[in-house]
Every structure is written in C-alpha cells, then in structure tokens.
C-alpha cells in the first residue's frame, strides 16, 4: 500500500500459494519496486514469485516489471493491456515531464518523487480476453477483464478461497477515478460485476484496502458525472464549457477532483463521437487549472505548493 493513493501512488498486492506467489502489479519505479520485493523477503522466500498479473497498462502499475521477468516470473495481463506496455508509453510520460507549461508543471509537480530512467517497457507475455483461470500453489486466482474502462484492457484479480478483490484502477478509494478509454457505463457495469462477487476485502488501485461500500461510492460519482454531463450537452454546451461549469456537488472536494475534465470529455465524446478523444497532455494542463494548481504556482490565490508535498 503506497499512502496517499494521489498520482503515481498505487498499491500492489501478493497472493501465497503452495510453493509460490503471484505478484498484483509492480508499482511506479525500479526503486519502489525493488523496496517491495526487499520486504516479501521473508515471504517469498521458498515461495517464488513466479507469476505476475498486470491490472492494466499505466506506468504505476506496471513499471516495475522488468525487475519481476528477470527473475524469472512470467507476466499476464489482458491482450489490450499487453498491447499498451511499450517503450513508447514509457517515453511519453519522460516527456510530458519536460514539457513546457501547465502540463508539465503539473507533471514535474507530481510525479517528482518517482524516477522513470531505466526503464524498460516489459510487456504481459501471456494474455488472455475476457476472463482466465490461474492456480498459484493450490489456489484458485480467476482474472475478469471489465475494461475498456479506465485503460483499455482493465482486469479484476479475484481470490475466491480470501474473498478478496485487487481492482486496480477499477477502484480508487478516497480520490477521484479518471476515465482514460471509457464508456462511463462500462466502468459502472464492472462497478456492479464487484457488487455481484462474494467478496469481503477489495484492495483498489489507489487508496486504502476497503470493501464494497467504496465501490458503491464510485458508482454513484461515475452516474453522477454521466447524467450532470449528459445534460450540459443536452443543453447545447461545448465540451469546453461543460467544463467550465459542471458543479461537482458532493464530490468538488474529493481528491484529484480536476480529472473531471478528462471524464467530462470523455462522455462528450461518447455522446458525439465527432468530438476526438482527449489529448492526455492538454488535459493534464486544464487538470492542473481546474484544482486551482496553476494560480497557486503564480501567487493569485493560496501560497504555492511545496516541491515535495504530493506525498
Ligand atoms: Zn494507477
């Protein structure tokens, strides 16, 4: 668990079996990762890692792989998660951390405490759609892919004999879900696929471990944000003044509330598909706007941030 569950900061998780363990994702970095495999010691030791599962393909969830398949596990994930691990994604995000202006601000801002050089795009070589069995030392592991939702190949990791669910970003508890790929009523049928499991303990992607209530409180902000939206549309509003004008009720002071501006367009351009999906680097830039993180830097409003508060 890697507190505060904000940007970049994501959880993992380690399944024991018989005589070996399945790893849940592989954190941000090569350093992160190595600090966590240092900590299993214990367990794992006599208990090999031998399998890893991705969730799905951002770079938190995925980055450490390369340290995990030089030790011999062999890494699975989705067909369409597999196909979004590249050494591209991983440049991309290098880059958008150079970049000048409001996105890279932002990016410098918070993804400073993570480290991307080394890195090498290490891809899930065994792959699956809709759904696999895997037994890890004795135990059943059934992997359901529910994205597209908030990447393209989203994956649930469910441990039957716990009653246990690994969500990845699926779920994120106590901040704000952003949907990268969509539909919003995919997202809310994996929301209710969660409900349906006979399960008493989920981890998300991001937050503290909890139980289905968080998945209930996702739902309702993923409807929320759907029906709010579909109206401003409805009522003839650009994408960009939806925007500027959707009031978040409730939910304006959950954490990371600006990425309604990635949901917002993303349910415009379920609406219209005229309208191009989102340019991640620009919206990370009206992201940074929308939680006021840009008036702050210029001293219009609050004191700046600390360099070292997105921990
Ligand atoms: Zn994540």
Redesign the pocket.
């Known amino acids: 668990m890697l507190p505060d569950g904000s ?4 959880n993992a998780g380690l399944i024991v079996g018989e005589g070996e363990s399945l790893l849940v ?1 592989t954190l ?1 970095d090569l350093d992160l990762a190595a600090e966590m495999l240092a900590g299993f010691g214990p367990i794992t030791e006599g208990r090999p890692i031998t399998t890893v599962v991705n969730t ?1 393909s ?4 995925t980055f450490g792989n390369q340290l995990l398949a030089a030790r011999g596990a062999e890494i699975v994930g989705s067909v369409a998660t597999a196909e979004l691990v590249t050494q591209d994604a991983v440049a991309s995000l290098q880059r958008l951390k150079t970049l000048d202006g409001p996105a890279g601000d932002f990016a410098r801002h918070i993804f400073a405490p993570f480290q991307f050089d080394g890195i090498i795009a290490t891809a899930p070589t065994r792959t699956f759609v809709d759904r696999m069995s895997l037994h890890i030392g004795g135990r059943p592991v059934e992997l359901i892919q529910v994205g597209p939702a ?1 990447t393209a190949g989203d994956t649930l990791v469910y441990v039957p004999d716990a009653q246990l669910l690994y969500t ?2 699926i779920l ?1 508890n106590g901040g704000t879900p952003v949907v990268w790929a969509g539909p919003l009523n995919r997202w809310v049928a994996a929301c209710d696929l969660i409900l349906d499991l006979d399960v008493t303990t989920i981890v998300p ?2 937050g503290a471990v909890t139980d289905k209530s968080a998945v209930v409180a996702m739902r309702d902000y993923l409807v929320f944000v759907e029906s709010r939206t579909t109206e401003l549309f409805e009522d003839g509003l650009t994408p960009e003044q939806a925007v500027e004008v959707i009031d978040l009720g409730p939910y304006a002071g959950v954490p990371e509330s600006g990425r309604i501006v990635q949901n917002v367009l993303n349910v415009y351009h379920q609406l219209d598909d005229a309208l191009p999906m989102p340019d991640q680097a620009g919206v990370f830039g009206r992201i940074a706007a929308r939680e006021g993180f840009l008036a702050e830097r210029s001293g219009e409003k609050g004191q700046p941030l600390p360099q070292d508060s997105t921990a």
């Open positions: 940007w970049g900061w994501s994702d941000f799905h951002d770079g938190d969830h908030h990845g970003d994120f992607g991001h």
